[in-house]
């Protein structure tokens, strides 16, 4: 068979990235392959300068390609990003020191309503009970959530040397961008304000036996995204999209957004992927599929499909999460795949 450029970039796909499950293909690192005849040349492109992470993956790179079947001669080579910081937005080189959190796992979405806050919420629940010690941060300004979602109505107390303690419910150390603000006040926040908010949750959050901390973004994709993005060192994010096409555009601006900070992505989730009427029949409301067929396009890995669940609804006006109430429906057990994804992934 000749070599083809996607037949290398299938191969590359078994050098899995120093530290997680996934590979290289789909964080980005491989920037280009070029055929000639029986050479080939590959070339790395690596988030951050860290000699240890490049001579690893340069080695499985070279072990690959040393093990393709017609490949005379090869070449490797690999470059730096530049880090890249919004025009006009002052952006801290280095995201806060954080002692304790080991994993900051983001949620995301192009636009509101389409389940960004659900899903953080279940995903959290179903992650502690697959391991110790999960926070949940509700960081979207234009609508905090997640307090009535979890059914916390008290707010956070706060330590004489003014550091603010969680809230803790059903296991999970919460904090909220609602604890802090009027409802009325969160339509005027603006980038900095924003990116101030955020890195006060993890700098003045006594967050000490948290390891892992689900962060609700808020919707879109815009600058002061990119400016959130940065106060928080990331180990990934997840974008949640509903089928339809026109939600499905937003997908790919996610996607473009998380790439160009480096911020790994963990998957797409499609919420309201579908409906099963009390008959048993399935019913695809909003077309289903679509959230697959992007992650297929944009070459990162598809997380599942949530169905559309009255009781997840109620549950969230409940402050009742469904992963708690319904364990064994499907929705909840579509949350507990997708969290044994995210954990095998960052871990
Ligand atoms: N799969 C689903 N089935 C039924 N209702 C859902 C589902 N996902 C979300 N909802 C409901 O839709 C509304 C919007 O969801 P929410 O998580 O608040 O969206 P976002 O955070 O993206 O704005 C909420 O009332 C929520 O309970
Ligand atoms: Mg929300």
């Given at each position: 068979m000749p070599l083809t450029t996607e037949g290398i970039k299938s191969s590359l796909k078994?050098?899995?990235?120093?530290?997680?499950?996934?590979?290289i293909v789909s964080f980005g690192i491989v920037n280009d392959i070029e055929v000639v005849d029986s050479k080939v040349r590959v070339s790395l492109l690596l988030p951050k300068p860290d000699d240890k992470i490049q001579s690893e993956i340069t080695e499985s790179v070279r072990k690959v390609l040393s093990k393709t079947?017609?490949?005379?001669d090869f070449d490797i080579s690999v470059n730096v990003r530049e880090q890249k910081s919004a025009p006009g937005q002052q952006i801290p080189t280095e995201a806060p020191a954080q002692p304790g959190i080991k994993h900051f796992i983001a949620v995301a979405s192009g636009k509101g309503g389409v389940g960004k806050s659900t899903v953080a919420v279940n995903i959290a629940i179903e992650m502690s009970k697959l391991v110790d010690n999960v926070g949940l941060m509700?960081?979207?300004?234009?609508?905090?959530?997640i307090p009535i979602m979890l059914g916390v109505n008290s707010r956070p107390q706060v330590t004489p040397e003014k550091k603010i303690i969680p809230i803790e419910k059903y296991g999970l150390k919460l904090i909220s961008i609602g604890f802090l603000v009027n409802e009325d006040d969160?339509?005027?926040?603006r980038g900095p304000m924003v990116h101030g908010a955020i890195k006060q949750f993890i700098e003045d959050?006594?967050?000490?036996?948290?390891?892992f901390l689900v962060i609700d973004l808020p919707p879109g994709t815009g600058d002061a995204h990119l400016s959130l993005i940065q106060a928080v060192p990331l180990s990934g994010a997840l974008i949640v999209t509903t089928p339809q096409e026109v939600a499905l555009i937003d997908v790919k601006r996610g996607v473009q957004m998380f790439r160009k900070l480096n911020v790994p992505i963990i998957g797409i989730v499609e919420n309201m992927s579908y409906l099963i009427t009390p008959g048993g029949e399935t019913v695809d409301i909003f077309g289903r599929g679509g959230g697959r067929r992007m992650a297929e396009k944009f070459e990162v890995p598809f997380l599942g499909e949530i169905p559309i669940d009255p009781q997840i609804r109620k549950g969230g006006d409940q402050g009742t999460p469904i992963t708690l109430t319904?364990?064994?429906s499907s929705a909840a057990k579509a949350f507990r795949e997708i969290s044994k994804e995210v954990l095998s992934t960052i871990q």
């Open positions: 078994q050098v899995k990235y120093p530290g997680f499950s996934r590979d079947n017609g490949i005379s509700d960081a979207d300004v234009y609508g905090p959530s969160a339509v005027i926040w959050v006594l967050w000490e036996g948290t390891d319904h364990a064994d």
